[in-house]
């Protein structure tokens, strides 16, 4: 792992008493963690002078390192009371991700994240709506969140119910919102439920399009995004080899 692209390449025991060292160490630390420090066990949740150090690319790598520590199944120590205790007084998260509820792919997991890395929004088909965006806002211009990534993963029920014209409940409206992506998607094979292959390119397409959505109905986002204080990216992790992907 090169240190310079990860926020967490901090050994974090440091940042333990920043409550009396004040945010200039903290601050200075963080830099020293950007030169490549080991990375030691994790004690504490993000700093605001570690996150306000990153650049989102930075966001978005480490996000990717944390994936892969996730595949080598080595995962970061950590602690996660201190995390708690630690992020009590003030939440200070890197990126606010927009993912699927399957019970597949649960962001914090399979990024190796922790308490306070990130705000997490979770509904079927990582589809987008008001109260998605509204919270997307908040993480970016209130609390400072510098990436918003759309993750949408293989063999996705929702995307597949869309598809088949699934009718249950609530349900249908909710995967109605898939329909465009269904029929903006080109795929010359069977474009079926059925067919993993066409449900992937599908929910590929539909990340594609949440990520469009969100410049189009949220100002204060792509403002945000065209100043170069945020980054918007769209990713697939595969549920059968575990690896993410930006799309
Ligand atoms: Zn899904």
Redesign the pocket.
Known sequence: MTGHDDCCAVDRRGFLGRGLVGGGLAAGLALVGGLGWADGARAASLTQAQRDAMTPDQVVQAMLDGNARFLSGVHRQRDFLAEMRSSASGQYPMAVTLS???SR?PVEAICDLGIGDTFSARV??NAVNDDILGSMEFSCAVAGAKVVMVLG?TK????KGAIDNVVLGNLTLLLARFKSAVDATEYSGDRSGKNYGFVDAVAVTNVRMVIDTIRERSEVLAKLEKAGKIKLVGAMYDISTGKIALV
């Open positions: 699927c509820i399957d792919a079927a088909g993963h996705c029920g929702a995307i």
